[in-house]
């Protein structure tokens, strides 16, 4: 319990941004949710067959799983807020939806006949009558659908967008329950608090309601607005992956550019996603720089000729075409690679390794039935990952579970599985003494991470590429294998481990702020 009011309290100002951040999502999808479902709702109270139309498309709708839509969204609108912000507008179209047209369908035939009797014209009976008598259960259909938006948009952290899921996602990856918690704990609160005060809305009278409402929009508007930097200067934004080891890259290219340039303005995007949704955020200028990886490059990135497929490429080589085809292909340049190798591997324990004889890759075919595997999505599906193994080793394990990078570990540490996919600088091989099998049919090509940006970017920022090519050759395995594990392992803080290394390499001043 000390650690997690340890973790709250250096988190403060993160947890806040955060918070607004989700907030500001959710407020803005519940304001378009209700622009879209509350006029439309009106207009077909009186068109029931119509009516039951909407409410199957607003159904199916919410059915659709929320990573699917996601993924569907992405290639047409990119990563980041619009993708979650379509998304939690599309849930919360039915309880909107279906409580309006509900509560208004549903008032007494003799009042609608009253109404017309005094001369009332159709907007006025709507006014003054109609929507008083059917708010509480419109505003109970808001409550329902600000309660899920919430709940959902925890979600929005892994495609870029920021909010509480940040938390989840960064304290499932470095096994830190405590971070995890803070990032629940604070989408159930927010979730309670407004479900609470629309339920409190529910018996003011509808004047003071829409105008508490209209507060309540504003004031978040407005301070997410303020935070959102529109009036800052330009800045130069850098993106990494999920892990320790993008964050502790990350925030070494920001002092070597801070140190070259003093006025720079950099932002800082941790733990913004996967590969693909990396590159398409670089490919639309939502960020400006990210440490990508030679091999993944050829692997995932870029169109291979059928020609220079079939090569066993070495490390320059492999650099040298991940240049060429994505300067190409997508006006992109990869600076000078750093020394390390941050290759695939495949890993079990130690004393399984022992038991079984195992030393390569190779060795599996001899307890292939007994094999259980624990991959990442990615892993299986790519050709230098499970795919590549099942052709060119002969490879077909009996069982592959997806998994989450984090979650993996945890699964091999009790026994759930007995072969894991992993880089060769994580800092969890050592804390579950696992051990890496040799590759030896060569099938995972060099991995050198380097800064990946747009050309014209490098154009028209050379002070930037100057810092960060002072780390072109630097950084072993051995050391960036520690770093992670200061970071994973110590809980140290990515930001301090990165600093520590460039002051010890002679790369920046010590005294430098």
Do not use: C
Request: charged share 20%.
């Amino acid at each position: 319990m000390n650690t997690f009011f340890e973790t709250l309290n250096e988190r403060k100002g993160e947890l806040l941004t955060a918070v607004f951040e989700h907030l500001s999502l959710s407020i803005i999808a519940l304001l378009v949710a209700i622009v879209i479902a509350f006029p439309l709702a009106i207009w077909l109270v009186n068109h029931k067959r119509a009516a039951e139309v909407g409410l199957q498309i607003t159904s199916v709708l919410q059915t659709i799983p929320s990573l699917a839509l996601l993924g569907l969204l992405i290639p047409f609108v990119g990563i980041g807020t619009p993708p979650a912000l379509i998304a939690l507008v599309i849930y919360a179209l039915l309880p909107i939806f279906q409580n309006t047209y509900i509560g208004l369908s549903e008032i007494d035939p003799s009042i609608e006949e009253a109404a017309a009797a005094f001369g009332m014209s159709r907007m006025r009976r709507l006014i003054k009558v109609e929507l008083p008598i059917a708010l509480p259960v419109i505003i109970s259909g808001i409550r329902t659908a600000l309660v899920l938006i919430i709940g959902t948009a925890t979600l929005a952290a892994l495609i870029g967008a920021g909010g509480l899921g940040s938390f989840i996602l960064l304290g499932i990856d470095r096994n830190a329950p405590e971070l995890t918690l803070i990032g629940a704990i604070g989408s159930a609160l927010l979730a309670i608090i407004f479900s609470t005060l629309i339920r409190y809305l529910q018996h003011l009278k509808p004047r003071y309601t829409l105008i508490t409402l209209a507060a309540i929009i504003l004031l978040i508007g407005g301070v997410s607005f303020s935070q959102s930097g529109f009036f800052a200067p330009k800045t130069i934004t850098i993106a990494g992956k999920l892990g320790s080891e993008p964050d502790i890259l990350i925030n070494m290219y920001k002092e070597l550019i801070e140190q070259e340039d003093p006025d720079a303005q950099v932002e800082l995007e941790p733990n913004f996603g996967k590969t693909s949704f990396l590159f398409s955020a670089l490919d639309n200028g939502q960020v400006d720089i990210y440490p990508e990886f030679t091999g993944t490059v050829l692997e995932s990135l870029v169109e291979v000729p059928e020609e220079l497929a079939s090569q066993n490429l070495d490390s320059d080589e492999t650099y040298t075409e991940a240049v060429n085809l994505l300067k190409d292909q997508f006006e992109m340049t990869l600076l000078q690679p750093m020394a390390y190798q941050n290759t695939y591997a495949l890993a079990v324990k130690k004393e399984f390794a022992e038991e079984n004889g195992l030393n390569t890759i190779s060795d599996l075919k001899k307890i292939e039935n007994q094999i259980k595997a624990g991959f990442t999505l990615e892993f299986i599906d790519r050709t230098d990952g499970y795919a590549g193994i099942q052709e060119r080793y002969g490879l077909d394990f009996p069982s592959v579970q997806s998994m989450e990078p984090a979650l993996r570990y945890q699964a091999i540490n009790n026994g759930d599985i007995n072969l894991l996919d992993a880089y060769s600088t994580d800092s969890e091989l050592r804390q579950y003494g696992l051990v890496i099998l040799e590759d030896d049919q060569e099938l995972f090509p060099p991995y050198q991470g380097a800064p990946l940006m747009k050309e014209a970017f490098a154009k028209e920022h050379p002070e930037v590429v100057r810092a960060l090519e002072k780390l072109a050759g630097k950084i072993t395995e051995e050391q960036m294998s520690e770093m992670n594990y200061q970071v994973n392992v110590e809980g140290k803080n990515p930001a301090e481990v990165a600093r520590t290394f460039l002051i010890d390499e002679g790369l920046i001043e010590e005294g430098q702020e």
